[in-house]
């Protein structure tokens, strides 16, 4: 019912920058919070960044003043830019929503299929 889609991930030398985008798609009444995770090798996922649909955004410690996340509510589609990049961000990011689909009662937790953002130093 919801396709997360993303784009952007890549090879980047430390201190470059890359940006991620993530566009919904589908039966969508309503997207909440949209976020972006990620996941190294041998590590649990873990949560990078998100931003409510009023423009409320956090971040992880690890990635701030580095990273910037936003969206864009008309295009259902939310941003990473990536800053200043260092080896151990290394890992598959993930976007994920939480959407109103027109089916269904209450909104649920959806997830792109990730994208490889490798850091060399």
């Known amino acids: 019912q919801v396709q997360l889609v993303e784009s952007g991930g890549g090879w980047v030398q430390a201190g470059g920058s890359l940006r991620l985008a993530c566009a919904a798609a589908g039966s969508i009444c309503r997207i909440n919070a949209m976020g972006w995770y990620r996941e190294a090798p041998g590590k649990q996922r873990e949560v990078v960044a998100g931003i409510t649909n009023g423009g409320i955004t956090n971040y992880a410690d690890s990635v701030k003043g580095r990273f910037t996340i936003s969206r864009d509510n008309a295009k259902k589609t939310v941003y990473l830019q990536m800053n200043s990049l260092k080896p151990e961000d290394t890992a598959v990011y993930y976007c994920?929503?939480?959407?109103?689909?027109?089916?269904?009662?209450?909104?649920?937790?959806?997830w792109g299929q990730g994208t490889q953002v490798t850091v060399s130093s």
């Open positions: 994920n929503a939480d959407v109103l689909v027109l089916t269904l009662p209450r909104s649920s937790d959806y």
